[in-house]
């Protein structure tokens, strides 16, 4: 999303799902109990009015299954914002759902309201994984909903998980292949948090469920971006949306951290680092260089890039200074010698 462009987000939590996933309480993640009305449609567009005008603006559903709630319901609430999309405040209409929630009549209706973009939880691509979690759908049904939904001309949003119960960081570098493979036109990348008053969180306290802690979620996804950047598709959210009720006590566990995707882009640059210093003598001082814009992400929170580079290689002094290179490069600017090497 560039900076002209804003969403405006509608919480329908838990609303229309059929399935208690095990790591799933909407209420929580999103702070919102209450379902969604026409008239709390209404009140978005109400609190919209104060973002810069001539922006692009995107009213998006989230938070339920929203395909899988009564007919009536989806009218109602698509009849109130088609009417702002009508009137041109609004640029376009976005909405989540279930892959076991679409087929040609539902997108048939979406396309009457103005719906453009479709977000499906495909959350992995293996069966057995997908069955643990209670997700209720295979992965088959996300094949056949997303081909649906590009047939028809939608945009189509794919979001995983990593770290649920039964997989691994192969297991989701295997669904991040499948579902590149789909062409979708983003994704949503959210390692598993255990939220309280779920089943995961069950599991979780009883010892049948490893915490997939926030330096795994950061491992893994360090994997699983540059596949999707290599294939041209963005990851334009990684990790939970923080929330005061999450960050007040709702996450008892678990990848959850305000700033993830800073970790992991921070990790990106560590990986890239060790393939640079791989080598070098200990006791050397090093000065590596990137885009001045992200000096911080390779130097890492409180410093953590440093220190672990500088004690697994034994250097003297490492650098980070900033270089005329495209953002996400590093290269190697100096390396000097311990003295009794000179």
Same mark, same amino acid.
């Given at each position: 999303?560039?900076?002209?462009?804003?969403?405006?987000?509608?919480?329908?939590?838990?609303?229309?799902?059929?399935?208690?996933?095990?790591?799933?309480?909407?209420?929580?993640?999103?702070?919102?109990?209450?379902?969604?009305?026409?008239?709390?449609?209404?009140?978005?567009?109400?609190?919209?009015?104060?973002?810069?005008?001539?922006?692009?603006?995107?009213?998006?559903?989230?938070?339920?299954?929203?395909?899988?709630?009564?007919?009536?319901?989806?009218?109602?609430?698509?009849?109130?914002?088609?009417?702002?999309?009508?009137?041109?405040?609004?640029?376009?209409?976005?909405?989540?759902?279930?892959?076991?929630?679409?087929?040609?009549?539902?997108?048939?209706?979406?396309?009457?309201?103005?719906?453009?973009?479709?977000?499906?939880?495909?959350?992995?691509?293996?069966?057995?994984?997908?069955?643990?979690?209670?997700?209720?759908?295979?992965?088959?049904?996300?094949?056949?909903?997303?081909?649906?939904?590009?047939?028809?001309?939608?945009?189509?949003?794919?979001?995983?998980?990593?770290?649920?119960?039964?997989?691994?960081?192969?297991?989701?570098?295997?669904?991040?292949?499948?579902?590149?493979?789909?062409?979708?036109?983003?994704?949503?990348?959210?390692?598993?948090?255990?939220?309280?008053?779920?089943?995961?969180?069950?599991?979780?306290?009883?010892?049948?469920?490893?915490?997939?802690?926030?330096?795994?979620?950061?491992?893994?996804?360090?994997?699983?971006?540059?596949?999707?950047?290599?294939?041209?598709?963005?990851?334009?959210?990684?990790?939970?949306?923080?929330?005061?009720?999450?960050?007040? !006590?709702?996450?008892?566990? !678990?990848?959850?951290?305000?700033?993830? !995707?800073?970790?992991?882009?921070?990790?990106?640059?560590?990986?890239?680092?060790?393939?640079?210093?791989?080598?070098?003598?200990?006791?050397?001082?090093?000065?590596?260089?990137?885009?001045?814009?992200?000096?911080?992400?390779?130097?890492?929170?409180?410093?953590?890039?440093?220190?672990?580079?500088?004690?697994?290689?034994?250097?003297?002094?490492?650098?980070?200074?900033?270089?005329?290179?495209?953002? !996400?490069?590093?290269?190697?600017?100096?390396?000097?010698?311990?003295?009794?090497?000179?």
């Amino acid at each position: 999303m560039s900076a002209r462009e804003s969403i405006i987000p509608v919480f329908v939590p838990h609303w229309g799902c059929p399935n208690d996933c095990v790591f799933c309480n909407q209420r929580r993640i999103t702070g919102q109990r209450e379902p969604a009305t026409a008239q709390t449609v209404t009140d978005a567009m109400k609190q919209a009015a104060a973002l810069p005008s001539g922006a692009k603006r995107q009213l998006a559903f989230y938070g339920g299954s929203f395909t899988a709630i009564p007919e009536e319901q989806q009218e109602a609430l698509l009849t109130a914002a088609k009417s702002y999309l009508d009137a041109g405040e609004l640029t376009s209409i976005r909405l989540s759902t279930r892959p076991d929630a679409i087929d040609g009549a539902v997108l048939r209706r979406l396309k009457v309201y103005g719906v453009q973009t479709i977000e499906l939880g495909a959350q992995s691509m293996d069966d057995r994984v997908l069955a643990l979690a209670g997700r209720g759908h295979t992965a088959a049904d996300v094949e056949k909903a997303s081909r649906a939904i590009k047939a028809a001309g939608f945009q189509l949003i794919l979001q995983m998980m990593t770290g649920l119960p039964g997989d691994s960081d192969e297991g989701a570098v295997e669904t991040a292949k499948k579902l590149i493979a789909l062409r979708p036109d983003g994704v949503r990348i959210y390692p598993t948090v255990i939220v309280k008053d779920t089943a995961l969180c069950d599991l979780w306290r009883a010892g049948l469920y490893r915490e997939h802690s926030v330096e795994d979620a950061v491992r893994v996804c360090a994997r699983l971006l540059p596949l999707f950047e290599a294939a041209g598709i963005p990851v334009i959210r990684l990790g939970l949306n923080p929330t005061e009720e999450l960050s007040g !006590g709702a996450a008892v566990g !678990g990848a959850y951290h305000p700033a993830l !995707g800073e970790l992991v882009k921070s990790r990106l640059y560590r990986n890239r680092a060790e393939a640079l210093l791989t080598g070098i003598e200990p006791g050397s001082s090093v000065s590596l260089g990137v885009n001045g814009r992200e000096l911080s992400q390779m130097i890492g929170q409180h410093r953590d890039n440093l220190c672990w580079l500088r004690e697994k290689y034994g250097l003297r002094e490492l650098k980070i200074i900033s270089a005329p290179v495209k953002s !996400g490069e590093i290269c190697r600017l100096a390396v000097e010698k311990p003295a009794e090497m000179v």
